[in-house]
């Protein structure tokens, strides 16, 4: 009996020495599972604040960008009107232009009607003149 006793120890200590292996793989395996399980979590809250702090640049750009579009808008309607003014300032320096030539042109028919009437009334002068002389003649 003491060699199926030693045997049946033998045995046991064989199973209590699996049982051992097992249990300490099967810890390990807890542990690596575990481990892979807070890397796991740390990499999901890790890309949750970047996708919050992308999420956050984004909204900053569209507000920067909505800003720009109104400036952009305010500085095209800015544009418009400064270029009507413009036209308008274009008109008038025309129209005074037209004055000025239409003034000149007045002038200098004036001078010429003033030197018109001065040979005309020279020639009314001669022409009295000579029925005078003609009268004075005849008579």
Known sequence: MTLSLRKAN?????????????SKAYE???????NAIENL???????????IHRSKLVQEKQEETKQLQLKLDAAKK????????????????????????L???????????EAYKLHVEGMLNRERDLNTKLRHMLS
């Open 10 to 22: 033998l045995e046991v200590a064989n199973v209590h020495s699996k049982l051992n292996l097992d």
């Open 78 to 101: 800015k544009r418009i009107e400064d270029l009507r003014e413009f036209e308008k300032h274009v008109e008038v320096v025309s129209k005074d232009l037209q004055v000025q030539k």
């Open 28 to 34: 390990d395996s807890v542990t690596c599972r575990r």
């Open 103 to 113: 003034k000149s042109d007045l002038q200098q028919a004036n001078s010429e009607f």
């Open 41 to 51: 979590t740390r990499e999901r809250d890790e890309a949750l604040d970047l996708v």
